[in-house]
């Protein structure tokens, strides 16, 4: 948790800067080169029973235990067998734990990942303790990674001992809550909440344990005309707890502060929709909680119970985007959005967990517009695309909307506490401040089949994921100082929901709503479709836009929408009209008298023949409506 500077530990020898005392803290990882700065453990310079591993605890310590493991790294296999513990007062003196009379000597690992407790037989006050390594791999070399267990006692002549530990002024449930206890906390909020929130579910995992979403709104049990759907998704890794617990956080934070009037919070929950998932995957998260903050490791609990990566599972449609455009004679014909998820991932027998499936349902049947999908055991915020092209190990790969992605990824970076500190240390190996705490995900590391790219590409939403801390599962006596590093992070970004311009798209004889109909902004190389009520929106930077909307049956309509500076959207709605072959099909389909009016306008009409992919098309032909699907906007021009 980095609680304990790197000025605090130290070691009797060391191989080199890499391998020093301040690599030793249990989880941290190092790259895919062992490193010279940043590697994988504490390891000695030399392989005998005089070397120690130190940490000055800085007050006096009621200690009770470490815990051990391995070195971190894919070249070297390196871990303790055996250790004992001294504890002193000064650093000079030393005394080493006894079992009865004689030194007790505790268990260590026996591979390089798996964390061992190793319990004091008499807990014990001391200011300094040591890990002396008795025996270890025998292939290896002294290395570990540890975790000192212990309680701050009061001391009368400690000059710092009236030092307030941070904390946070919100009365808020701060633990770790499983299952049972998470479902307790979500109808507690909806029994002091009654009128703004609403409790469903999206599924079940595979053991049975079921998703559940509560929505936050002034009219929660159904989506308004206009208001636009946020989601935070947390727990798809289920071992980072971190994001569960801020979400579950937030549901009790826009409770209350609504029922106060904090005029803020009442503007969220009146003009957006907001889903909260606090645990994706509850089946990892409960084999991780069972093992505990400390000892569930770096793995325990990610996976599914079938030992899936849910964000590794939903289906990649980035490279049939890009198969495609690399096949088309004209890749800017190729469909950018509302892609549809391919037939092999929708077989029965396909490798795809009812948590994914679930979250898929989930998104196509509510016309999100954000989302933020919280993760843990680093500091950064990571935008789409996360899949690179050619399956390169790491590329910059952004979307058609990468500059406002890189705000959205800014938003919440830069009101984040500690990722905007300047002084912070970084978590294992990389250094994202120099990007200022945002990267495109492909960049990072590529993940084909992530959520972020499939919100992206198979709906409306913009979607980017959120590295809340070093450590995946922080212990709960942390979790109030989380919170605060992360409270206005988590509003701030909900309000970027109401960037942009939006509206309400009708028939303009009918005023009705009209359906998936497609926004066009000119220069930006991705459209969305309207909600089932004919309202959409459009989330881009301040600006001057060209938006065309068009829809099948329908003429399109263009208009120039002004974005300003102000954290609202710009509305800007449109009325179509039905083109006269839509018109005499709907007349056709009832079995109606054809209006004369109509009929004129049909004679007069002489049949509009084009080309495309050499094709000869006939549109507005009286006998038969040859044209067929979208209708590129070149083609209305003799309308």
């Keep these: 948790s980095l609680q304990v500077d790197d000025s605090q530990i130290q070691a009797s020898s060391y191989q080199r800067e890499g391998l020093g005392p ?102 014990t006050v001391a200011r300094f303790i040591r890990i002396n390594p008795q025996t270890w791999y025998t292939n290896g070399t002294v290395c570990l990674r540890a975790e000192i267990l212990g309680c701050r006692v009061h001391d009368p002549d400690d000059i710092y001992s009236s030092e307030q530990k941070p904390g946070s002024s919100d009365a808020l449930d701060f633990r770790h809550h499983n299952y049972k206890e998470m479902r307790k906390l979500m109808k507690s909020v909806t029994d002091e909440c009654p009128d ?35 989601r935070y998704v947390a727990g798809m890794h289920g071992n980072e707890a971190l994001g569960r617990e801020l979400v579950l956080n937030l549901m009790q934070y826009l409770c209350r502060e609504y029922k106060k009037g904090n005029q803020r919070v009442v503007k969220l929950v009146t003009e957006t929709r907001i889903h909260l998932l606090p645990s994706m995957n509850p089946d990892g998260y409960e084999a991780a909680y069972e093992k505990g903050s400390e000892l569930a490791g770096w793995a325990e609990g990610r996976y599914s119970f079938e030992g899936i990566d849910l964000n590794h599972n939903f289906p990649d449609l980035n490279n ?4 495609a455009q690399e096949a088309a004679a004209d890749p800017s014909k190729v469909t950018n959005h509302y892609i549809p998820i391919p037939e092999y991932y929708t077989q029965e027998d396909a490798f795809v967990s009812p948590e994914t499936r679930a979250v898929i349902s989930w998104m196509q049947d509510i016309p999100f517009v954000l989302s933020a999908n919280l993760h843990g055991g680093e500091l950064v915020v990571t935008y789409p695309f996360d899949c690179t092209r050619d399956w390169a190990p790491q590329e910059d790969t952004p979307t058609a909307d990468n500059a406002f992605f890189r ?175 839509q018109m005499l099909k709907e007349i056709r389909a009832k079995g109606g008298k054809i209006p004369q009016d109509l009929q004129l306008r049909l004679r007069g009409r002489e049949p509009t023949s084009v080309k495309k992919n050499n094709t000869l098309l006939t549109c507005c032909d009286q006998r038969e409506d040859t044209f067929k699907g979208p209708v590129h906007l070149s083609l209305w021009k003799g309308f």
């Design 407 to 581: 705000w959205l990824a800014t938003v919440y970076a830069s009101t984040n506490l500690v990722m905007a500190n300047p002084d912070r240390r970084i978590c294992h190996y990389e250094d994202f401040q120099k990007h200022n705490n945002i990267i495109n995900g492909g960049a990072w590391h590529t993940v084909p089949g992530s959520m972020n790219d499939f919100s992206y590409l198979h709906t409306n939403c913009f979607e980017v994921t959120v590295e809340l801390s070093c450590d995946k599962f922080p212990h709960a006596s942390e979790l109030p100082v989380e919170w605060e590093n992360n409270k206005e992070s988590l509003l701030v970004y909900m309000e970027q929901v109401s960037r942009g311009i939006k509206g309400v798209i009708r028939d303009k004889l009918t005023k009705q709503g009209i359906t998936d109909a497609v926004v066009k902004v000119e220069d930006h190389d991705h459209d969305i479709r309207s909600a089932a009520d004919g309202d959409y929106w459009r989330l881009l930077n301040p600006g001057d836009y060209k938006v065309v909307v068009w829809a099948e049956g329908y003429f399109p309509s263009m208009r120039r929408c002004n974005v300003g500076m102000e954290p609202r959207a710009t509305m800007c709605d449109f009325t179509l009209t039905k083109t006269p072959v």
């Design 22 to 123: 301040h690599r030793g803290r249990l989880n941290i990882q190092s790259g895919i080169e062992d490193g010279d700065l940043h590697d994988g453990a504490w390891c000695a310079e030399y392989k005998d029973r005089h070397q120690w591993l130190e940490v000055d605890a800085i007050h006096l310590t009621l200690f009770t235990g470490v815990i051990l493991q391995g070195r971190n790294s894919i070249w070297s296999w390196d871990w303790v067998h055996t250790y004992k513990v001294q504890l002193s007062n000064d650093s000079v003196n030393w005394e080493t734990c006894q079992n009865g009379t004689v030194d007790a000597i505790f268990e260590g690992n026996q591979n390089p990942e798996t964390p061992v407790l190793g319990l004091l037989p008499v807990p």
């Design 320 to 323: 049939i985007m890009w198969d």
């Design 196 to 230: 703004i929130t609403h409790v469903y579910t999206i599924g079940k995992s595979y053991t049975g344990l079921k998703l559940y979403v509560m929505v936050i709104s002034d009219n929660p049990s159904k989506h308004e005309l206009g208001e636009p759907e946020f």
